[in-house]
């Protein structure tokens, strides 16, 4: 099973079947049946068919009454009689001059029924595989297109990073200097310890340090393109992701005052919020 979005569409006709389906996004797997009551037992069948080939997603399946089904429109005279005997019986109770029209008696309902259709099994599985079929398809080409471009968004992200990568040692070694330099002006004519300014000064600095979000943003991605690569459904996996790079991203921007680094992080939560628009489409 390749990579799905979770809308498509697909179709399928055998004998007197035809059968439509239409999936949109879903949080879960939900089935929607539009069919006609003579196949209401089918129903179970119909339901188990989708799960096996599909996870998340709405799916609508719309199964149309077709003409020439072999149904027949039949008398039912037991009920005929007995509305007429109503009738008559009403008409003598409260003195009407009215008689009892054919008109009358065929408004009623039950008057008439349809027969139902002997439903040839073969012919519904084939329709209903066809569509099933077809949806997947559809599905699978829409989510091999939702991929490409999150595929194109991730090497924006890892370009970005790099950036912020390579200006870290430039940024720390201006931050160092210019607290250095800030404490210098702070206590100027006053008896200190230098030794314990620049340890106290590295304290500093190491906490403003972001290599650990760098390396834990990298391994992220990674995880996100291993996902795009796999054949099982991955869009809530992708969710929990991008939630964790905005984090990284976040604590990123928190920790510098760097103008550049500070661009790139801005740049990196546009991608991530296009990246996560586009996940939600993914099964």
Avoid: C, W
């Avoid at 009358?104 to 595989?129: C, G, H, N, R, T």
């Avoid at 680094?261 to 991608?271: R, S």
Wanted: net charge negative; hydrophobic share 35%; no cysteine.
């Amino acid at each position: 099973m390749k990579i799905q979005s979770m809308t498509g569409f697909g179709k399928g006709a055998a004998g007197n079947f035809k059968v439509e389906i239409r999936s949109v996004n879903h949080k879960n797997l939900d089935i929607q049946l539009s069919i006609p009551a003579y196949m209401y037992s089918y129903e179970p069948e119909i339901k188990k068919s989708v799960k096996q080939r599909f996870q998340r997603g709405r799916i609508d399946i719309y199964m149309p009454r077709q003409e020439g089904d072999g149904r027949k429109l039949t008398l039912n005279a037991s009920a005929a009689r007995k509305y007429y005997d109503v009738f008559v019986s009403l008409k003598e109770e409260l003195s009407l001059s009215d008689n009892v029209s054919l008109e009358l008696l065929a408004s009623q309902k039950d008057i008439f029924v349809m027969d139902e259709p002997v439903v040839e099994a073969a012919e519904f599985y084939d329709a209903l595989d066809m569509a099933l079929k077809e949806l997947e398809e559809s599905r699978i080409e829409e989510g091999g297109h939702l991929a490409d471009d999150i595929s194109g968004r991730i090497d924006l992200l890892n370009k970005y990073l790099a950036v912020i990568e390579n200006k870290r040692a430039e940024v720390t070694a201006g931050a160092k200097a210019a607290l250095l330099e800030r404490l210098k002006e702070l206590l100027d004519n006053t008896p200190i310890d230098e030794s314990r300014i620049i340890q106290e000064t590295a304290i500093l600095i190491e906490r403003s340090d972001i290599t650990e979000e760098i390396v834990r943003a990298r391994s992220h991605l990674k995880s996100f393109e291993g996902l795009l690569k796999s054949d099982d459904p991955s869009g809530k996996k992708m969710d929990f992701i991008i939630q964790e790079l905005r984090r990284e991203a976040n604590t990123i921007g928190s920790k510098t005052s760097d103008f550049e680094t500070a661009e790139n992080v801005i740049e990196m939560k546009h991608e991530l919020e296009k990246i996560r628009e586009q996940a939600q489409n993914l099964q």
